[in-house]
């Protein structure tokens, strides 16, 4: 009798492991194809493009960088939103298809890739570990953070993962400054209170006034630019802005909270003076852009979705 118990145990016990991985087998096809599908309704937006309206959305902004059709030699990249195109693609392992690709087609001509904010939208200690199996042997890489990144609020896993696998990378210990292509790029966290902006000015008096200063971050600065931004914490005044920057011959402040969506410009800016405000991001649409910086030159280049 003990023996006829035991032995309809295991069977029951048999029974209930191959019901979970058959259940976790029918839920991962599922969700692989789930998402093949999401890609697929993105795949539509490369072909079926109103060129006219993306020409008419450019003549708005006199004030963007010149195009070009070629990444040079010894560049650094900055790529806004790489997760791409906003909700469709929340639960990806990886960054937007269209970016991965077009690292991959530019590699040896490009240093250094900065990504401005919102790299995955729900991260994991794993993807970023993909991410720089993929690129971090033929690239330097830095991490801007966005609210995807870690998080809206200072005690979260996001922040966690970030902190303890970025940290290894790169330094968190935002505003800093590094040097690359011809720039002195400031690195800004605008997740949190420890932004530039948040009185931490000081750093500038590490910079001389002939510099040519490029500011990175993932939220816009300016209420000017929200119509085609994502969700901002807070807005800034640009003479404040402004007046802790007179002493450079040109400021670039570039947010990476942009073009995730269909209905916003693919890139954006606004201009005063020698200050110029900058917003882009990947939404995996035909015209997607990134910046391209080259020997203390900033441009802009249209990803084509190769």
Known sequence: MYLYQK????????????????????????????????????????FFVNKESYKDSLNE????????????VNSSVIIGHAYGRANLRRFSNQISPSVKK?????????????FTGDVFSEPTYKKWEKLYNDFADDNEIFIIPGNHD?????QNNYRKIFNNYISKKQS???????????FKIILDDSTKGNSLFNNNFEILLNTKYEDNIILLRHHILLKEMQKNAGNTPEYFDNTIIESNFNY????????????MKKNYSRISCIRNGKYNYILNGIGEFKNDNVLILNNKKIYRYEINNY
């Open 61 to 72: 902004f006199k004030c963007l960088p010149k195009l070009i059709k070629k990444i040079p």
């Open 150 to 154: 870690v998080g809206n609020d200072n």
């Open 102 to 114: 077009f690292i991959l087609k530019n590699n040896e001509n490009i240093e250094t890739i900065f």
């Open 248 to 259: 450079a011959n040109n400021t670039f402040f570039i947010s990476g909270n942009g073009g």
């Open 7 to 46: 032995k309809n145990l295991l069977y029951l016990f048999t029974f209930l492991i191959a019901i979970f991985f058959g259940l976790n087998f029918y839920y991962q096809f599922i969700k692989i194809s789930f998402y093949k599908i999401k890609d697929l309704i993105i795949l539509k937006d490369y």
């Open 172 to 182: 968190i210990l935002f505003p800093y400054i590094v040097k690359r292509s011809g």
